[in-house]
């Protein structure tokens, strides 16, 4: 299972890549897999402020809808475009070209409440 050490998680499988006062969120390659085949992605966020935790879209799945959360308070500043018409990149490259969101950070010391690459396996093995 592929955990990237420069990520940091959270315990509902998203990943977040942090660039200065913005991040890239995603989810993980353990949520892709347990979704299966990835058919839709819905965000219709971008430009909203939302909170930790808050739903931020949908993934629709052969099987399942599942909600994303945020991991972090922060506007919602792009929707990668890509998954539009390809949503099965997240299939392919959850942590690359799959990223779902990027967002400016609103509270920065949030990210240190996260999970680091060793906690989220710790968490899966669990």
Same mark, same amino acid.
């Given at each position: 299972?592929?955990?990237?050490?420069?990520?940091?998680?959270?315990?509902?499988?998203e990943w977040i890549r942090v660039e200065g006062d913005e991040a890239y969120v995603g989810i993980t390659d353990y949520?892709?897999?347990?979704?299966?085949?990835?058919?839709?992605?819905?965000?219709?966020?971008?430009?909203?402020?939302?909170?930790?935790?808050?739903?931020?879209?949908?993934?629709?799945?052969?099987?399942?809808?599942?909600?994303?959360?945020?991991?972090?308070?922060?506007?919602?500043? =792009? /929707? +990668? *475009?890509? %998954?539009?018409?390809?949503?099965?990149?997240?299939?392919?490259? #959850?942590?690359?070209?799959?990223?779902?969101?990027?967002?400016?950070?609103?509270?920065?010391? =949030? /990210? +240190? *409440?996260? %999970?680091?690459?060793?906690?989220?396996?710790?968490?899966?093995? #669990?």
């Open positions: 299972m592929n955990v990237p050490e420069n990520l940091k998680y959270t315990k509902d499988h949520a892709q897999g347990e979704l299966g085949d990835i058919v839709f992605i819905e965000i219709e966020t971008e430009g909203e402020e939302l909170a930790k935790e808050e739903v931020f879209g949908t993934i629709e799945a052969v099987k399942t809808v599942s909600d994303m959360f945020m991991p972090i308070a922060g506007e919602v500043l =792009e /929707v +990668n *475009e890509k %998954l539009e018409d390809s949503p099965e990149v997240v299939n392919n490259d #959850a942590y690359g070209d799959g990223w779902l969101i990027k967002v400016k950070i609103t509270n920065p010391s =949030e /990210v +240190n *409440e996260l %999970l680091d690459a060793a906690a989220y396996k710790a968490l899966l093995e #669990a």
